[in-house]
């Protein structure tokens, strides 16, 4: 038999940790997935606090969370996955345990979430510990995964529901876009500050792409695309110059991107025959250590830094200074 089930498309994924005593409950962390819903949150990079989503949304995620933990009867951490779609709030799971964002999130808000959930666990409470309410930090903190692409030839860099990541960065600042390039650089595919972006994505993304685009061209990108891609931004009064896919004639994108002629790829895909095609457009880019991006969400956060890097200065500070002054 065949289990045919309904899944959401295009909706933000959330996740959240809390620490309960059993009567209390603390909602320390509220993370904003950058990547929509379906990719591994794992493998997702994400905010905290949120940075596009309503309060009305956060609140209630706020709300759930102390609800599920209560009638759970959870003692200790929980962590739990939202998928937010037209400001409904789905629960995609509930984990009563501590998650692999609890390092994130402690390091983001400046509370050992780890040892106070050992000392509630061997009975003391929230408000024994000093913990009554999450620190509400000034800065935001973005979560960046590590991928160990570069040491297997031939796998493709397209994120989906496997995790493949093997490793974290953050980046932290009172900026989101320099927050999110900072985690970009800490990754190891720092933004660019100009040149040539590559763009092909599929259909259904084509209309969210063309105001990327846009804002990269009025930061001074020049733009490529493959000929579909190029066609919708040409009608749409974006200057997109045509070029080549790998088995329609040379010199192609791969031979741009070998050649230094790119600087930032967006590729999105729809079919496994698609996904085939563009495989070694991510794995050049990949070699080359360019910036890639492989959803449109991903790829509005890296304009977003990108508008950061050129409008002010980079400012660095430990993350002491910045608890200090939150």
Not at 61 to 73: D, T
Not at 130 to 138: I, K, N, V
Not at 243 to 252: A, D, S, T
Not at 260 to 270: D, E, K, W
Request: glycine content about 8%; hydrophobic content about 40%; proline content about 5%.
């Amino acid at each position: 038999p065949v289990l045919i089930d309904k899944y959401l498309s295009d909706a933000i994924e959330v996740d959240a940790d809390a620490i309960s005593d059993g009567t209390n409950v603390v909602v320390a962390g509220i993370m904003e997935h950058i990547e929509e819903a379906g990719v591994h949150s794992g493998d997702s990079a994400c905010s905290l606090p949120p940075y596009s989503l309503d309060q009305k949304v956060v609140e209630e995620i706020r709300r759930q969370m102390k609800a599920l933990a209560l009638e759970l009867g959870v003692i200790g951490l929980m962590n739990a996955q939202f998928a937010i779609k037209d400001h409904t709030i789905y629960v995609l799971e509930v984990n009563p345990r501590g998650s692999r964002t609890v390092p994130f999130v402690s390091k983001a808000i400046g509370v050992p979430l780890a040892k106070l959930a050992m000392k509630t666990m061997v009975g003391k409470s929230l408000p024994e510990l000093g913990l009554t309410e999450a620190p509400a930090p000034s800065h935001l903190s973005v979560k960046e995964s590590v991928f160990p692409f570069n040491k297997f030839p031939g796998v493709d860099v397209l994120l989906g529901p496997e995790m493949k990541s093997t490793g974290e960065v953050m980046g932290i600042d009172q900026d989101f876009g320099w927050a999110f390039a900072k985690s970009q650089a800490g990754a190891g595919a720092p933004l660019p500050k100009g040149g040539t972006a590559f763009i092909s994505v599929k259909e259904s993304d084509r209309p969210a792409a063309l105001e990327v685009v846009q804002r990269l061209q009025r930061l001074g990108f020049t733009v490529q695309a493959t000929s579909g891609t190029a066609a919708y931004l040409r009608n749409h009064g974006v200057n997109a110059e045509t070029v080549y896919k790998v088995k329609e004639g040379r010199p192609h994108v791969v031979d741009h991107i070998k050649n230094g002629q790119v600087a930032l790829v967006v590729n999105t895909v729809r079919t496994a025959s698609s996904h085939a095609d563009s495989l070694s457009i991510r794995r050049e880019a990949l070699n080359k250590g360019l910036a890639y991006y492989t959803t449109i969400r991903g790829a509005r956060a890296a304009v977003m830094g990108i508008e950061a890097i050129l409008k002010k200065e980079l400012t660095i500070r430990s993350l002491q200074e910045y608890h200090h002054h939150s």
